[in-house]
């Protein structure tokens, strides 16, 4: 049977070990840059004809609210591809259809992750797709409709300085579908 000091020897020195060989800390994980801000967002979505639709006409709606934007830039280490990834979720949006005057929410959050990014100042452009990549938004109804998936894509470009979102600089906008 081993005594206990040398079975306290063998875990030092299986400690030291993994301290001395493992990884030293910062390499290979990446620091981010977290930047948490509220964008203004307005604009107009149309929403198609169909037969919930009062007189089965489509509308145009015009939308305003919040926008809560958490970006983060991503610099591995020591070195790579820096990344961004944002995470967007719409807060309190409504509006109203200019045809029946129904009331409309616009709900949902997206993420998108892109890179890479250059190093000082930059500025990402988000398009819906299908041109882009940044997946719209839902659009509720507080009529026959319901739940509109996707009907209410965003466009924008959002500007960072010092790696950190700019929201003065910042925009988002819904934009209409023309369907």
């Given at each position: 049977?081993?005594?206990?000091?040398?079975?306290?020897?063998?875990?030092?020195?299986?400690?030291?070990?993994?301290?001395?060989?493992?990884?030293?800390?910062?390499?290979?994980?990446?620091?981010?840059?977290?930047?948490?801000?509220w964008l203004?967002?307005?604009?107009?979505?149309?929403?198609?004809?169909?037969?919930c639709m009062p007189g089965g006409v489509g509308e145009v709606v015009a939308l305003t609210g919040q926008?809560?934007?958490?970006?983060?830039?991503?610099?591995?280490?020591?070195?790579?591809?820096?990344q961004v990834?944002?995470?967007?979720?719409?807060?309190?949006?409504?509006?109203?259809?200019?045809?029946?005057?129904?009331?409309?929410h616009a709900v949902g959050a997206s993420k998108i992750a892109l890179g890479p990014v250059p190093t000082g100042d930059f500025h990402?452009?988000?398009?819906?797709?299908?041109?882009?990549?940044?997946?719209?938004?839902?659009?509720?109804?507080?009529g026959p409709c319901g739940s509109l998936p996707g009907a209410a894509p965003v466009s924008g470009t959002l500007v960072f300085v010092s790696d950190a979102l700019d929201a003065t600089a910042s925009s988002l906008r819904f934009v209409p579908t023309g369907r």
């Amino acid at each position: 049977m081993k005594s206990p000091s040398n079975v306290r020897a063998a875990v030092m020195f299986a400690v030291l070990l993994v301290l001395a060989l493992g990884p030293r800390p910062g390499e290979g994980v990446e620091n981010p840059t977290t930047s948490n801000e509220w964008l203004a967002i307005a604009g107009e979505v149309t929403v198609d004809p169909g037969p919930c639709m009062p007189g089965g006409v489509g509308e145009v709606v015009a939308l305003t609210g919040q926008a809560h934007v958490v970006a983060q830039v991503l610099q591995p280490v020591p070195t790579g591809d820096r990344q961004v990834r944002l995470y967007v979720n719409l807060g309190d949006v409504t509006g109203v259809g200019l045809t029946t005057g129904l009331a409309y929410h616009a709900v949902g959050a997206s993420k998108i992750a892109l890179g890479p990014v250059p190093t000082g100042d930059f500025h990402v452009d988000l398009q819906p797709v299908p041109t882009g990549d940044f997946q719209p938004f839902d659009l509720v109804q507080a009529g026959p409709c319901g739940s509109l998936p996707g009907a209410a894509p965003v466009s924008g470009t959002l500007v960072f300085v010092s790696d950190a979102l700019d929201a003065t600089a910042s925009s988002l906008r819904f934009v209409p579908t023309g369907r």
